[in-house]
């Protein structure tokens, strides 16, 4: 692991407690972050058996060379081939790129508009505006999930309010239905769009809009030319940080989606708690992980830039 | 001013937070409704609080949860801080490169990801699982969290009085303790709180993580949650809502006031 080089290879001039600084946080992420995942792809290579823990077992290094041969001998794609073939799988992750696009673009279209606005704000308003677009975030998700469920059952209010203003003539299903999930997913991670675009656009330089309107601009063409392709950096930011977490979504699925058309969330779950197929829960996380690692890496390397160039 | 709210912003702003907070102020009020029907207004009552306080699997649960909570976000804001300091104090070192993707990779990763690969690992090493693995994947869980606010807080300013105090004479340690400390406590604050709302509000890595003595707030809610609606959820979500809330807006209140004494020292707002 990388994490042993860092300590031979430090510049002459360090100290223990430089050195200190680096490795304890290291150590733990290699143990309990980057360890974890070696297990996981091993795992998604072993044969499921009928076991407590239910997989065939992990390298034996105390067997010598006999034992690696026989952990690589072990070593078998059936996992992959498996979620290849078997429609199920294949079904389930199109199902959450297909609900992460979309909630994704929801996000863009409602997220953008209310960013935008605070920054209209007089400065003392947007700290407060901030703060209340913020808070929700911290509450739990669960919670912000139940509380929709609370309001779209059968008899609930969404439902009592359409009654009574007479615009439908009986109750809609929304619980267990795409609307319903739409609704969970988008409000959930509104602020996740939200902050990111009002970051970038709270450090646009409002000389740049006088001068474009000096210049004969419309408003909405200064929008469109100037406060727009600056802000894009935001946009890309609160994409991925929606898009991503979205894909592997667990929570708002399960209660208030249908089952009948289960996200790879919803499918590694089932087969991890209810059929115990370890092996296979490993395999699509090892898939859903590759499917992701373009957007995290893009995301990784926009953080990156943002804290380089500073708050 | 150029800065003027069209009407247009106005009504995004307006639909924006009526839709952030509606379903919450709907969620409190129905905590206190009489009636079992959790439909059916039955007049202003207390009674599902009353119900929790004799709930004793929710009781226990929200203890685990607390402590969970606790020990995580004190062990997270150690090593998030530590990070920090790594990723901004010390320049470059080998390794840096896929230390900042572990710091960063968490933020995003999938959580079912992250909990079954925390899961396997326990098992592979064959730790039975309940409170203290489910500490240590809340600590790894949230440590980046704690990183990110940390590093923009001492990014925010510049090293020159820790040179200084080291110019003088004062070690490292003392320089951290006495000059850095002080500047970045904020941000400590902050990042202590942020891990600490985390861990009380995770549900999927709680479940992967943690065995059956340790069940936490979020999952005994969830596993009554898949049974329906009931207005004792409605009251113990609340209790979790105004304790959340009371905390966010304290602790933006120590920041502001913070922010009025130092005002012009180019301290961060935490």
């Keep these: 692991m990388s994490a042993s080089s860092t300590d031979s290879s430090v510049t002459p001039a360090r ?21 974890p995942f070696g297990i996981v792809l091993k795992i998604s290579l072993s044969e499921t058996a009928l076991a407590q823990p239910p997989y065939v077992p992990l390298l034996d290094l105390s067997a010598g060379w006999d034992g690696i041969k026989a952990f690589l001998g072990g070593l078998s794609l059936d996992r992959y081939g ?43 308003t947007q700290g407060v505006l901030v703060l209340l677009i913020v808070l929700p975030f911290w509450t739990s998700f669960l919670i912000r999930v139940y509380a929709w469920i609370n309001i779209l059952q059968h008899d609930g209010l969404l439902n009592q309010a359409l009654l009574a203003l007479g615009l439908v003539s009986e109750p809609i299903a929304f619980l267990a239905t795409d609307k ?61 940080l929606c898009f991503i977490p979205i894909v592997g979504e667990f929570v708002a699925p399960d209660l208030l989606g249908g089952s009948v058309d289960p996200m790879v969330g919803q499918t590694l779950w089932t087969e991890f708690f209810a059929n115990k197929d370890w092996p296979v829960a490993s395999a699509i996380a090892v898939t859903l992980l590759l499917l992701l690692g373009g957007p995290i890496l893009i995301y990784q390397h926009l953080q990156a830039r943002n804290l380089r160039v500073g708050p | 001013m150029h800065k003027r709210a069209s009407l247009f912003c106005l009504a995004s702003l307006g639909f924006g937070l009526a839709f952030l907070y509606l379903p919450m102020v709907i969620l409190v009020i129905y905590s206190f409704n009489a009636s079992r029907l959790v439909t059916v207004w039955g007049g202003w009552s207390t009674r599902w609080y009353a119900e929790l306080l004799r709930d004793e699997a929710m009781l226990d649960a929200a203890w685990t949860s607390l402590r969970v909570a606790l020990l995580s976000a004190g062990a ?34 999938p959580e079912v990801i992250t909990g079954l ?9 064959d730790i039975d699982r309940g409170f203290w693995t489910l500490s240590v994947a809340h600590t790894t ?78 999952i005994q809610i969830y596993s009554q949650v898949r049974l329906g609606v009931k207005p004792e959820i409605n009251a113990i979500c609340t209790i979790m809502i105004a304790v959340v809330a009371a905390a966010v807006i304290a602790a933006s209140l120590i920041a502001k006031w913070r922010d009025l004494r130092s005002a012009g020292t180019g301290l961060p707002a935490a």
């Excluded at chain 1, 150590?27 to 360890?35: D, E, I, K, R, S």
């Excluded at chain 1, 078997?86 to 609900?99: A, G, I, K, P, T």
């Excluded at chain 2, 001492?154 to 000059?179: H, K, N, Q, W, Y």
């Design chain 1, 15 to 35: 100290s223990l407690g430089q050195r200190l600084v680096i490795l304890v946080p290291y150590l733990w992420l290699a143990a309990f972050f980057l360890l």
């Design chain 1, 82 to 124: 498996l979620i290849f073939s078997d429609s199920l799988y294949l079904s389930s992750y199109l199902r959450s790129l297909e609900v992460a696009t979309l909630s994704t673009l929801m996000l863009l279209a409602i997220g953008y508009p209310i960013a935008y606005a605070v920054t209209r704000m007089p400065a003392r």
């Design chain 1, 180 to 240: 319903a999930l739409y609704i969970g997913l988008v409000y959930s991670y509104l602020p996740f769009m939200v902050l990111p675009i009002y970051a970038t656009l709270v450090k646009l330089d409002d000389t740049l809009l006088e001068a474009a309107a000096d210049l004969g601009c419309r408003r909405w063409q200064a929008f469109w030319w100037v406060t727009l392709p600056l802000s894009l950096p935001g946009v890309a930011a609160g994409v991925l």
């Design chain 2, 76 to 109: 997270a804001t150690v090593l998030g801080t530590l990070a920090a300091l790594a990723l901004t104090r010390i320049g470059r070192f080998r390794g840096r490169l896929p230390f900042s993707a572990m710091v960063y990779a968490p933020l995003v990763m």
């Design chain 2, 117 to 125: 690969s925390l899961l396997l690992l326990f098992v592979a090493a």
């Design chain 2, 141 to 218: 869980l949230t440590m980046c969290f704690v990183t990110i606010i940390v590093q923009a807080s001492l990014i925010g300013f510049d090293g020159s009085l820790e040179e200084a105090a080291m110019d003088l004479g004062c070690p490292p340690l003392r320089t951290f303790l006495t000059v850095t400390l002080p500047l970045i406590a904020p941000a400590l604050a902050s990042g202590f709180m942020l891990a600490f709302a985390l861990s009380l509000d995770d549900l999927v890595i709680a479940s992967f993580t943690s065995g059956p003595g340790a069940t936490t707030l979020p």
